[in-house]
């Protein structure tokens, strides 16, 4: 009945106007912090002497997104399903460009239907929309090492109590009810009570899904701070490296939870500025941002080329 209650108040919520008005506020944040120090971003830098920084970058932003998936397989097979095709990352892969389509299910649906045809419709969809909640956790727990900083950083590992087989239905449950329309979308009527005998978790907490979501943020953020050094490079940033993790697991986490933002644009960058505020030069940031983003989506352009290419081939 407490379920019952707490999903019926999170359907009252009209999470969409927020959400929108969220993603616009950061995108007009990180607007105006570029436009107010446009004098001083220089994107121009040694390409013949530090280009190799770039190319790590992106070596790691591909690697955070084969860790990724190989989460994703591990979830899947903690709800119960362990004979799993060995294409499974691949595909994942290879649809993780959808993120970047307005709308912000695009690669939920495909993925869905790919496993609804291995597995069962139950299996596929929450194993799916539970995904995003592995990698909040994990980012959160990475952020945590902010206790240094301040003893509030750790109330960021609270999400971890949910994950585990006594707790994570109700998570469910409350995703559930915030993915109403990609529910309809996807034609499910079923519900999770109806479902809990086709979904049989094998073990109390999923360690091993779990630690690989947290290699996929860290590579994440190796692939940024490679970025921040190529525009730092002067500097010693061995002493940032800590605070800017944690800046950079916060923004990306709170990127991930607003769908509204395609792959978290706008407010990645957004929250970033908020969070650093005067600490590192703003200038230096920003270009960092901005190299960081558009390696990090030509990483994920790259592993999906199979996808976009089979598209159009279909219709011939």
């Known amino acids: 009945m407490r379920i019952i209650f707490f999903s019926k108040v999170f359907n009252n919520i009209n999470f969409g106007v927020f959400k929108k008005t969220f993603f616009l506020a950061s995108l007009s944040y990180f607007c105006f912090y570029f436009f107010k120090n446009y004098d001083q971003v220089f994107f121009k830098v040694d390409f013949a002497q530090n280009g190799y920084l770039l190319f790590l970058s992106f070596l790691f932003c591909i690697l955070s997104n084969f860790f990724n998936a190989l989460?994703?397989?591990?979830?899947?097979?903690?709800?119960?399903?362990?004979?799993?095709?060995?294409?499974?990352?691949?595909?994942?892969?290879?649809?993780?460009?959808?993120?970047?389509?307005?709308?912000?299910?695009?690669?939920?649906?495909?993925?869905?239907?790919?496993?609804?045809?291995?597995?069962?419709?139950?299996?596929?969809?929450?194993?799916?929309?539970?995904?995003?909640?592995?990698?909040?956790?994990a980012s959160f727990f990475l952020a945590s090492i902010g206790i240094f900083f301040s003893p509030f950083y750790i109330f960021l590992i609270c999400p971890l109590i949910f994950l585990n087989r006594k707790l994570i239905y109700s998570v469910l449950i409350s995703l559930e009810s915030l993915k109403s329309k990609t529910i309809s979308a996807l034609k499910i009527t079923k519900s999770l009570y109806k479902s809990k005998n086709r979904i049989q978790i094998i073990s109390f907490f999923p360690t091993k899904a779990f630690l690989i979501e947290v290699l996929f943020v860290l590579t994440k953020f190796i692939g940024f701070f490679y970025c921040y050094y190529l525009i730092n490079i002067s500097k010693n940033v061995s002493n940032d490296i800590f605070y800017l993790l944690v800046i950079f697991c916060l923004s990306w986490a709170i990127g991930l939870i607003t769908p509204t933002a395609p792959g978290g644009v706008g407010v990645f960058e957004g929250c970033f500025l908020f969070f650093v505020g005067d600490k590192f030069p703003q200038n230096i940031i920003l270009v960092s941002l901005i190299y960081f983003r558009i390696i990090s989506t030509c990483s994920d352009l790259f592993l999906s080329i199979p996808f976009l290419l089979k598209k159009p081939l279909d219709r011939i």
């Open 71 to 137: 989460a994703w397989k591990n979830i899947v097979i903690w709800f119960g399903q362990n004979n799993l095709k060995s294409n499974v990352i691949s595909f994942y892969l290879i649809t993780n460009i959808l993120k970047y389509v307005p709308g912000g299910f695009w690669h939920f649906f495909e993925r869905f239907n790919f496993l609804k045809k291995i597995s069962n419709p139950e299996l596929a969809f929450y194993s799916t929309l539970i995904e995003p909640f592995f990698m909040l956790c």
